[in-house]
Nanobody, 114 residues
Framework: QVQLVESGGGLVQAGGSLRLSCTAS???????MGWYRQAPGKERELVAV???????NYADSVKDRFTISRGNAKNTVNLQMNSLKPEDTSVYYC?????????WGQGTQVTVSS
């Protein structure tokens, strides 16, 4: 079983920045990790995904504002969020892909005030 622990959410004014981090607890090396988000009444959507083979993908709504990167510790992924907008307000979930399974974190709230 893989457990994901997220940190870094909070309340910020529009135009501000936040940095989310996620660490997966497993002896295996996870090559692909990412972030999804879900706002009230909306479906969960991909924010960004990172693969150790060099693949990254971003939602159009966050391109040029968010940056996903591998953390220094094993099985860690970070999401640097700049120029935040009120529409970025959501619960952000870390996701990890290992073999044929997908693992989710418990979610961290990001609230952007106007």
């Amino acid at each position: 079983q893989v457990q994901l622990v997220e940190s870094g959410g909070g309340l910020v004014q529009a135009g501000g920045s936040l940095r989310l981090s996620c660490t997966a607890s497993t002896v295996f090396t996870i090559n692909t990790m990412g972030w999804y988000r879900q706002a009230p009444g909306k479906e969960r959507e991909l924010v960004a995904v990172f693969s150790s083979v060099g693949y990254t993908n971003y939602a159009d709504s966050v391109k040029d504002r968010f940056t996903i990167s591998r953390g220094n510790a094993k099985n860690t992924v970070n999401l640097q969020m700049n120029s935040l907008k009120p529409e970025d307000t959501s619960v952000y979930y870390c996701v990890a892909y290992l073999r044929d399974s997908i693992y989710w974190g418990q979610g961290t709230q990001v609230t952007v005030s106007s």
